[in-house]
């Protein structure tokens, strides 16, 4: 097993929610040589801080450098580099297509044996937006390339460090004495608990598998309002609960982002919210024998963990 151990993973765009997950999860297996690859200097500093052993560099992946160097020798590499947010198209294909295009010449050029690749479970959504659209295209960039590899689509997902989603909503109920939810909440959502996540994925580089792709759901679906008020119970917030018209809720939303040029919430995600998509249910615990966390044991421990509950990444 110490060979294991000892194989070099390189993670890039690692210093985001998954990857500070995954690389949490896989040096308490026992993994020594892992490097993350990410652009967001403040998020990379958080998990030098954490691990402190860990070999990291700052780099954007959309451009030609000398982290290339790091693919060599490599026997894994888990590409969780992608734009999830934001009103500017240019960040989606550059973050989402052309740095995927960069990491797979690295993967072939240094003949890196087996890849991870962490697509989502948008690319099978009604949904259609900049990040809908650019996760597509990646995918099928990926399993056009003849590499290696297994490709992983999540659903939307919460957990330590979680900065976009339920993260940045349990900080702003906690600052504000009104909490605003569109209509009457009723979204189904399937969210997936990022430490189940990156623990498929460990399970992956375990197993090598490849040539597949594999929908991961979160397990219980849990409407919107009910993920809210578990969000509220857990952290403790004293916000009232406020249910307003999905018109003015789209509105205000659009007018936050012409002063905020990267919202943590835009009309194109709220759109995608009430799209009523329900995603494929597999039995990903005994494929990748993992044990599934409850939803709500998985709140409690992305908010009041010891460790790693009060870490919060940048934007």
Same mark, same amino acid.
């Given at each position: 097993?110490?060979?294991?151990?000892?194989?070099?993973?390189?993670?890039?765009?690692?210093?985001?929610?998954?990857?500070?997950?995954?690389?949490?999860?896989?040096?308490?297996?026992?993994?020594?040589n892992l490097v993350v690859i990410d652009k967001h200097e403040a998020n990379l500093a958080i998990l030098r801080r954490m691990h402190p052993a860990l070999v990291t560099a700052l780099a954007d992946l959309a451009d030609a450098g000398a982290w290339e160097e790091h693919f060599v020798g490599a026997d894994a590499v888990v590409m969780l580099q992608a734009q999830i947010g934001g009103t500017d198209p240019?960040?989606?294909?550059?973050?989402?297509?052309?740095?995927?295009?960069?990491?797979?010449?690295?993967?072939?050029?240094?003949?890196?044996?087996?890849?991870?690749?962490?697509?989502?479970?948008?690319?099978?959504?009604?949904?259609?937006?900049?990040?809908?659209?650019?996760?597509?295209?990646?995918?099928?960039?990926v399993a056009g390339s003849g590499i290696a590899a297994v490709i992983l689509r999540p659903t939307l997902m919460f957990g330590w460090f979680d900065r976009k989603h339920l993260g940045w909503l349990s900080r702003f109920m906690r600052k504000v004495p009104v909490f605003p939810i569109p209509g009457d909440g009723r979204f189904m959502r399937q969210p997936l608990y990022a430490g189940d996540f990156a623990a498929i994925i460990a399970s992956c580089l375990r197993?090598?598998?490849?040539?597949?792709h594999y929908n991961i759901t979160g397990l219980e679906k849990v409407d919107y309002v009910d993920i809210i008020a578990q969000i509220k119970r857990s952290t403790g917030a004293?916000?009232?609960?406020?249910?307003?018209?999905?018109?003015? #809720?789209? /509105?205000?939303?659009?007018?936050?982002?012409?002063?905020?040029?990267?919202? $943590? +919430?835009?009309? !194109?995600?709220?759109?995608?919210?009430?799209?009523?998509?329900? #995603?494929? /249910?597999?039995?990903?615990?005994?494929?990748?024998?993992?044990?599934?966390? $409850? +939803?709500?044991? !998985?709140?409690?421990?992305?908010?009041?963990?010891?460790?790693?509950?009060?870490i919060t990444l940048e934007f």
């Open positions: 097993m110490s060979n294991v151990f000892d194989q070099k993973i390189v993670i890039p765009g690692g210093a985001g929610l998954v990857g500070q997950n995954l690389v949490a999860i896989l040096l308490r297996q026992g993994y020594r240019l960040p989606f294909v550059r973050n989402n297509l052309t740095a995927t295009q960069n990491i797979l010449s690295a993967i072939q050029r240094h003949a890196v044996p087996y890849t991870v690749h962490v697509s989502s479970s948008v690319v099978c959504s009604v949904a259609e937006d900049d990040y809908t659209r650019t996760k597509r295209e990646q995918e099928q960039l197993s090598r598998m490849v040539g597949q004293r916000s009232v609960l406020l249910h307003i018209p999905y018109g003015l #809720f789209h /509105v205000l939303l659009k007018t936050w982002a012409l002063f905020d040029r990267d919202p $943590p +919430f835009t009309a !194109a995600q709220l759109k995608a919210l009430v799209a009523h998509d329900e #995603f494929e /249910v597999i039995d990903w615990p005994g494929i990748f024998g993992v044990q599934p966390t $409850p +939803f709500a044991d !998985a709140i409690e421990a992305t908010f009041n963990d010891p460790e790693y509950g009060d």
